[in-house]
């Protein structure tokens, strides 16, 4: 039996899937899309039930891709559980009744029922099931209450229950309206802490720097729990037990030939190094695992935390002012945000954007100014030695890029972006066991994608390397990338690689004593000229060929004048005198021209 789990987003449909499932998890993309959901599975006896989390839907007249995927999955479920917020009952009744229109078996959970109950919110679940003529389970998914009663419902379901005919929007709100008039009762009630709480983080004077304040703390623990993990773990383990493994592979090899060159990759002064030996099994494991992995692995978590408690919707609302200024909508947060763990899963959240004007937006944005957290990563380690103030210097000019070309972007293309239709959920203790379950889907993910392509890169430059395809690209590009970088021949290589992995680009730096102005020059051009090829393949699925040719224009654009621009303006010392003259002028250009009404090419279509 197929059991779709269907609801608003913010609901706690992923808690209830957490507790129908346990552990029986997959992530997979709908056929044909980047759209994600999440299967798994719990057995009743002999009979296997088959639990599909579909994508969060407002409604079933699609706006986005997820919501296309969500009506289309409909005909492959023998049963919905409709999770519905008891705290908000008005608003989730219009997917519920539009669900019903469908006439298959409908179950409704009406989820945070505890939270209702504090709330002064009454709700006779009799007279819902009298009118809706379908089961209405309440339960609170985070404590387990309601779980069992509705799993017995599922295995007991009665095929008589109800019938409805298929109405219009106009209709269906004023049944909505004499629906929650009869079964709903809201009593006065004292304003709690957690309301203080919510007003506080929401009003942009005391929100904004709240949010600040939490996505700092976020990174510093997310960089001292990586830390850690690698002090701790990885690295005793690659320089003690992996690291006698391959030297003794590799002196089974014989510590040269085409094979070691492949394997183990070149020694330095006679030893493995595996940042530099550039082998299948030296760097390219090590890089994923030790290098990446550890941060990865607590980014995931924090960012479960921070979905999980309710804030960033939050987030988005604080954000959404900001965000018109570049052609985008608040939500649009949520990739960036997504972007600083890994730009795939970003890409794959920027489908749910209404239009393809915002969709070309974000994606740009995200890729020519937000570098990953396995970039990140190799960016702390190269210019964390030389001081905290260069990796500032650094997200300043990323920070000037993402504002700059958003604006430029915002006002050349038709169209406008869209209002924030977002529900902001209360404040909600998470549950432990469905972060890690989230945790462990993610890193599958990133790990099925992220180890193959490192390998494969791997495997692609040493195949330059021994053919001598390499030294003619860079013999080639070496003396035009010099003169507008300052980048020696040798930094070229670590650009080359950028496409497969930006991580491994930068490890590719370390051993070639650049200048700190050239390591900021360098971290500036690997962010922005182009995403890894993870990245791009997931891009072009979604923004199409044509509109993906655009896009790397304005990279490969932007790369140019941005890093001819820090290797002008940027001394070993920080940014010049002239250098902040020069952005103190461009902010002045930008702010004229945000106001200015003019459009100057076409290409996307106008849409509200």
Known sequence: MNIL???NPNVGKSVVFSRLTGTNVT??????????YTEGFF?????????????????????????????????????IINVVDATNLERNMNLTLQLLEKNIPVIIALNFWDEANHKGIKIDIEELESILNVPVIPTTAVKGHGIAELINTVINYDQKYHSHHERNDEERWVIIGKIVKRVQ?????KHTFSDIIDEITIKPLSGLPIALAVLYVAFRFIIFMGEGIIGYIT????????????????????????LHMILIGNLIDGAIDFEQSFGLLTTGIFIPLSAVAPYIIVFYFVLGLLEDTGYLPRLAVLVDNVLHKVGLHGFSIIPMILA????VPAALAIRSLESEREKFIASTLMVISIPCMAQLAMIFGLLGPYGGKYIVYLFLILAMVWVTVGVILNKILPGFSSDLLLEVPPFRIPSFSTIIKKLWIRLSGFFKEAIPLVLFGVFCINLLYV???????????????????????????AVLMGFLRKDLAMGLLAPLNLTIKQL????????????????????????GFVNMIKSTFVMLLTSVLVGGFTNLTFTNEGISLIGWVIIVLILIFLRKFSISNKKFISGFPNQS
């Open 5 to 7: 789990l269907m609801g």
């Open 27 to 36: 992530s997979s993309n709908y056929p044909g899309t980047t759209v994600e």
């Open 43 to 79: 057995h009743w006896k002999e009979e296997v039930f088959h639990v599909i989390d579909v994508p969060g839907v407002y409604t079933l007249d699609p706006t986005n891709k997820a919501e296309e995927v969500a009506v289309d999955m409909i005909d492959k479920g023998d049963i």
């Open 185 to 189: 009762q809201i009593s006065d009630r």
């Open 235 to 258: 690295e005793p383990f690659f320089d003690n037990i992996y690291y006698q493994l391959m030297n003794s592979l590799s002196v089974l090899l014989g510590g040269e030939g085409l």
């Open 340 to 343: 600083f763990g890994c730009n």
């Open 467 to 493: 053919s001598g395809v390499m030294s003619g690209i860079v013999n080639f590009i070496a003396p035009f990338l010099n003169k507008i970088f300052g980048l020696p021949r040798d930094a070229i290589y």
């Open 520 to 543: 900021v020059v360098a971290s500036v051009v690997l962010t922005i000229y182009f995403p890894c090829i993870a990245t791009f393949s997931v891009l072009l699925k979604e923004l």
